[in-house]
Each structure stands twice: as C-alpha cells, then as structure tokens.
C-alpha cells in the first residue's frame, strides 16, 4: 500500500500531537503552530485512502541541521510499512544535513539500522512543587526576542528563529531571562500540557542561573511539572535530584553525521523531545 504523502496542516498536527499524547509523551497544548512555523514543508502526513495514517516532522535549522520527531503511524495501521515509506520522504526534505532525534530506549536498534548513532541519554524528571529552592532571583527579568535569540545561538545546534518566535508567544506560556553585567545569559520557557506544565528550554551557565529560572518558572504552579536534562549535563543531573525531582523515562539521543557543535554546558533542560 502506498502512502498519499503531502505537507501537513494545523489539523493533521493536532492529530499527530493526540497521537504522540496517547503514546504517554504529553504534549504541549499548543505545540502545533510552533513545529509548523519551524518548516512547514518538513511536517508531513500520509493518506491511506483519504485518511491520515503516519507522520512526522523532519525540520531544517539552516543548511547544516535537522531534527526528526513526531514519527507516529495510527495504531490500527501499524505493521504494514507505512512509516517507512514517511520516513524516507521525511528523509529526503533534510538532505545531507546532520540530522538528530531522542529515541525511547525500544527503537533505538532500529534508528541505528537506519545510520542513527546512539549518544548520552536525555531524562525526563517530574517536580510537584512550585516552591522555590531559596536562590536569588536578582538576575532574572522580562524576556525579549533579542535576548532568546542570543542565547539560543550558543545552546541549540543550528538557526531556529521562525520557531522560537512561535514558542514564545504561544498561549499559556510563561518566558524569562536571565542577564549577567547586562548581557544575555539564561533562558527559559513553562508551557501548558495535555497534562501539568514543561520547562524547556532551560539555558543557563551553571547551577545558580539554572536554579533561579527554574524557580521564578514554576513558583506558584498548583500541578506537576516536568524537565528534561541531558545526562552529559552533570552539573544538571545533580540539580534535579538535590530538589528531589523524581526520573520517569528516558530517551537516546542519536545523530545521523557528524554530531553538531554547540555548547551543551548551557542546556539544563531541552526545549522538545519531539524537535530538539
């Protein structure tokens, strides 16, 4: 059987975000019109006789950079090749880019079949308190696009402007910065999900600006929150478990090419498990 693949639209990604949501990945509410303003023309659905079966979103960050994520088919219509033939279109939209994603522990032998190569762990940890763990705060102000842009530039691998304007004027969302001497240094973003709240990303250049993001983040939150620390990230490793946050899942990250420089130090906490 072969797909009807094309560009996907608002509706199909809502579709494939209830899908990831029944796969326990509790997405944001409003995920849908960032991943599309991050490339449009790297989201795609397929059709199996009008209807929309697989997914998945395979997002250029410049010319040298591509994320994959969302790659989902229907539960009924699994088993019969579908996402593979979503996959391979997927593929051919990033071209000879590096490509990256966060694979759950189970289909990690299957991306390496496909040239994936398995890299640090990345731990989903849960936080069921807004109280703050007593750091100052003094450093943490109002976020601007310049500031985000600035920082973003160090900690994520490639240009994601159309996307990070879509993040951080998504409803529901809660930004902040952290400067030092007047200078960008930190950010961070909480947004709603089907279930409690995400902080991601979470940027900063140690401990003590991590820390005050977080906790001028999530403050007066009445429900579950979660964060998503890269295990080669130490120092954040060690801050979640000192605030007593508890792991839930992890996932691998993996590259296809040569692993993409930027400074990793910086992320306390991905933005997306699902495009980086």
């Not at 975000?17 to 989201?43: I, K, Q, Y």
Request: net charge negative; proline share 5%.
């Amino acid at each position: 059987m072969d797909l009807c693949i094309r560009h996907a639209t608002v509706a199909d990604t809502e579709r494939a975000l209830d899908w990831a949501a029944g796969e326990g990945w509790n997405p944001g509410r409003h995920d849908a019109a960032s991943f599309l303003a991050a490339d449009p023309e790297g989201l795609l659905v397929g059709d199996l006789g009008g209807e929309p079966v697989a997914f998945i979103a395979c997002v250029r960050y410049g010319s040298a950079y591509g994320a994959v994520g969302l790659y989902l088919v229907a539960p009924q219509r699994r088993g019969r090749g579908l996402g593979m033939q979503i996959w391979n279109a997927g593929h051919v939209h990033l071209g000879d880019r590096t490509r990256g994603l966060d694979a759950v522990d189970a289909q990690v032998a299957n991306y390496a079949r496909s040239g994936y190569v398995a890299g640090a762990h990345t731990y989903r940890y849960e936080g069921r308190s807004g109280a703050a763990a007593g750091t100052d705060r003094e450093d943490v102000v109002a976020l601007d696009g310049e500031t985000a842009a600035a920082v973003d530039a160090r900690a994520f691998p490639g240009p994601r402007a159309a996307f990070l304007r879509a993040w951080l004027e998504q409803p529901e969302a809660r930004t902040l910065a952290l400067r030092r001497d007047g200078a960008a240094a930190g950010y961070g973003v909480l947004r709603r999900c089907r279930v409690g709240w995400k902080v991601g990303p979470l940027f900063a250049p140690d401990v003590a600006g991590a820390e005050a993001l977080l906790d001028a983040l999530v403050a007066d939150l009445d429900e579950p929150y979660w964060l998503d620390v890269p295990r080669d990230n130490a120092a954040g490793t060690a801050m979640v478990q000192r605030r007593g946050m508890a792991p839930t899942f992890r996932t691998c990250r993996m590259y296809a090419g040569a692993p993409p420089t930027f400074d990793a130090s910086l992320v306390f906490g991905v933005t997306s498990l699902e495009l980086g």
